[in-house]
């Protein structure tokens, strides 16, 4: 463990006092190491080459609007490799929330992720990547291989 000591103008420290405090942390040290993560995390996985990732799709869409409910799940039908899972709610009359959890090399999860979001009537897309080790096989794919 190493102990940084940095320099704030007293706006940037009230500033971030006020974001620790709306995020609900009681460290400043904890804060710190979380912005830091999350940045490094980010700046890893931009690259070219990719790498093993998690992440969490999430959008607004109305599924009125014309084919987008289908268009959505033949999307993640066709990369069934990606898409570990998918939890829809319906927020209102006309709007649905989906959240998709992904896996898989960066450069594919994110490609996936924006050919989603800029789907006509998608909107509110986001998606997050997270650095992870690669998927390890299912025990039901041990079994087929040991066969
Ligand atoms: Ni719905």
Known sequence: MQ????SL???????FDELMARRGYSSRSEAVR???RRELGEDNLAGESGGPCVAVLSYVFDHHERQLSSRLTGLQHDHHD???ATMHA???????IETVILRGDSVEVERFARS???ETGVRHGHVQLIPAAPATPSPMMYRKQSR
């Open 3 to 6: 102990r940084v000591t940095i």
């Open 9 to 15: 103008s007293d706006e940037l420290a009230q500033a």
């Open 34 to 36: 979380d912005l830091l």
């Open 82 to 84: 990606l898409a570990v």
């Open 90 to 96: 319906h927020i209102s009359h006309d709007d649905c």
């Open 116 to 118: 989603v979001i800029a």
